[in-house]
Every structure is written in structure tokens, then in C-alpha cells.
């Protein structure tokens, strides 16, 4: 175990090192950082001066491993649009996509899995069918599309739920929650269901499918000669082995909705990092885009690593050979 955390953790540096390095390529290749700090009105020699004092003129190697250095302290420089340290700006957005994505992963897992065991338990039911159905729409449709239709039928329509915004929210030190106010509950319920919609019909259509092929497996049918309840042969037994795969899911998944909750907060008007980053791209604000690139990574990388972990708590038998985890997790 201990060698397979480290082996583990030297997969995760280099990786990292990988993506600092694409982001360091961005300040390079995304047009000069001195034209965007002085003014069009800048003579040469005041170019120069901010050139030496940015350090711009050393050698790539050097500027990479400077690079590398500030990002791991958390300096990623100054925002050319915002003229503010980034990290001061992502630490302002990420609350708004932290509590957005918590609320998005626990309507997934909390739907998906009593829809999916459902689904497998009962699979000639009107209900299943239908459900099946739903879920086939829901992994379809583009999810702007889905926003749209949101907001159309709950904000336009009915007037029930706001269609853009966070609400009111409440400072608890450096955070920014909306979970403590009853407009700020109403602005996330939108888009988190949005959010979540893809990875709910995926875990729902996963663990149907691994529970029927779990359900026919030898061991089950043993449990059930041996005269042992459905609900224990469903829950305790066929259960745990169908949620295996449903972690792997779920984990990659869930750094998924963190990346890719840019289309939601674009269309719901949401505070949160993903609005900071198109805002940096229509600005080609390079030290935000290149923050947010290596932060997301980041995160992939933890939850990666953390599912691998994971693995040797849910199946034992991983415990003693630590390569089958280890290539689950590649």
C-alpha cells in the first residue's frame, strides 16, 4: 500500500510539472506580456524596463522553474483585465463552483443510484422503461440545451426559481456561501440539476448495468438457494460489488463537473471560476487561464489519486496486489 501511494504521488508531481509547463507556454505563445501591461503609448525603453523587471529576458529554463516555483506557493502573477493578484480573484470564485458542484455530485449520486438499482431490480416495469427513456434524453441533449429548457419552463413560465445569479450569500471568513440564505438555496437548485444531469443518467444507466450482470453472477444464486432475503442479497451483497465501477465514475466525474461547469455558469450568470475563465479567454488574460488550467489539473489529479485509494477500501483483494489498482486508476 505505502508503495503504491508513492508510486502514486511521483505519477501525480509529474503530471503536474507536465501541466505547469503547457501553462507556462501560454505566456510565451499567447502574444507578449509587455503589451499588455503598458500602454500603446510605451516607448522601447519603457518596454525594456518592464521586460528586466518581469524578468523576461532570462533564459526559458530559468523563467519555467520560476514559474513553477511562484504557482506551487499559489502566485500566479497579476491579472492583465482585473489588475489583481489571481489567486485574490479565484479565491473569490471558487466557493460559488465549490458549493455548485457539491450540490450537483450529491443530487447525482443520491438519484442515480436508487434510480439505477431500481431500474435493474424491476426491469420489465412501466417505470424502468421509462425511466430508461428519460435517461437516454438526458445523456443526449446538450447541456446548454437543458439550461435553456430549465430556465424556460421554472423562471419564464412559472416564475418559481430565479434564472440567473447566486442570490444573497453570507461571508464565513473568506467564504462566500448561498447555502445559508433561502435565495441563495433557490438560485443553485437550477443549476446544479443542470450540472448533474449528465453524471445522474450515467450512474443510473452504470449501475444498472453492472447490478443485472452482478445479479447473475454464481455466488448470488448460492445466496438465494441458501434461502437469504432478496433485500440482503440485493443490498449487502450485489450492492457493493456494483458500486466499484460506479467510484471510478463518479470520481472522474467529478472533476468533470468542475471543468466543465463553465457552460453553467455561463448560462446561469454564475459567479463562479468557470464565468472568470471565459472572461480571461475573451481578454486573453493569460495569468488567469494559466491559474485556472494548472487548479483544475490539480484537482483531477487529487480526486484521481484519491479514487485509486479508494479501490483498496471497497475490494480487499486489491490490498495484496496493488498493480490492478494501479492500472484501474490509469
Known amino acids: 500500500m505505502f508503495v503504491f501511494l508513492v508510486r502514486r504521488l511521483l505519477q501525480a508531481v509529474m503530471v503536474m510539472l507536465a501541466v505547469a509547463f503547457i501553462a507556462f507556454l501560454m505566456f ?8 499588455n501591461i503598458v500602454s500603446q503609448d510605451a516607448t522601447q525603453v519603457e518596454r525594456e524596463e518592464v521586460r528586466q523587471r518581469l524578468r523576461l529576458d532570462d533564459p526559458l529554463v530559468i523563467q519555467y522553474g520560476r514559474f513553477v516555483a511562484n504557482a506551487a506557493s499559489g502566485d500566479f502573477g ?6 489583481r493578484p489571481v489567486s485574490a480573484l479565484l479565491a473569490e470564485r471558487f466557493p460559488a463552483t465549490a458549493e455548485l458542484v457539491l450540490v450537483a455530485a450529491i443530487l447525482s449520486l443520491a438519484l442515480g443510484i436508487p434510480l439505477g ?27 446548454f440545451v ?20 447566486r442570490g ?24 446544479s ?9 450515467l450512474i443510473m444507466r452504470l449501475v444498472r448495468a453492472e447490478m443485472l450482470e452482478v445479479l447473475r453472477a454464481d455466488y448470488i444464486k448460492f445466496a438465494k438457494a441458501r434461502g437469504l432475503k432478496n433485500r440482503a442479497i440485493h443490498f449487502r451483497h450485489a450492492l457493493k460489488n456494483t458500486l466499484i465501477p460506479v467510484v471510478t465514475i463518479f470520481g472522474l466525474q467529478l472533476g468533470g463537473l468542475i471543468a466543465f461547469a463553465i457552460i453553467t455558469e455561463t448560462v446561469f450568470q454564475w459567479p463562479g471560476m468557470g464565468a472568470l475563465f471565459i472572461q480571461a ?50
Do not use: E, H
Not at 28 to 35: A, K, T
Not at 78 to 83: D, G, L, V, W
Not at 284 to 304: E, G, K, Q, R
Open 28 to 35: 510565451r505563445f499567447l502574444g507578449d506580456p509587455v503589451n
Open 78 to 83: 497579476i491579472s492583465y483585465r482585473n489588475s
Open 117 to 143: 438499482i431500481y431500474t435493474a431490480l424491476k426491469p420489465r416495469g412501466v417505470l424502468s422503461q421509462g425511466l430508461q427513456i428519460l435517461s437516454l434524453i438526458g445523456i443526449s441533449l446538450p447541456t
Open 146 to 165: 437543458t439550461g435553456i429548457l430549465l430556465i424556460l419552463v421554472f423562471s419564464v413560465w412559472l416564475g418559481w426559481l430565479p434564472s440567473f445569479g
Open 168 to 191: 444573497d450569500v453570507v461571508d464565513v471568513g473568506w467564504w462566500s456561501t448561498g447555502f445559508l440564505t433561502a435565495s441563495g438555496l433557490k438560485a443553485l437548485i437550477l443549476p
Open 193 to 201: 440539476f443542470m450540472l448533474c444531469l449528465f453524471q445522474l443518467t
Open 281 to 330: 479567454v475573451n481578454f486573453t488574460d493569460v495569468p488567469v487561464m494559466a491559474a485556472y488550467l494548472v487548479m483544475v489539473s490539480l484537482i483531477f489529479v487529487i480526486i484521481n489519486t484519491s479514487v485509486d485509494l479508494l479501490y483498496n477500501v471497497i475490494d480487499p483483494r486489491l490490498r495484496t496486489d496493488p498493480t490492478r489498482a494501479t492500472g484501474k486508476g490509469a
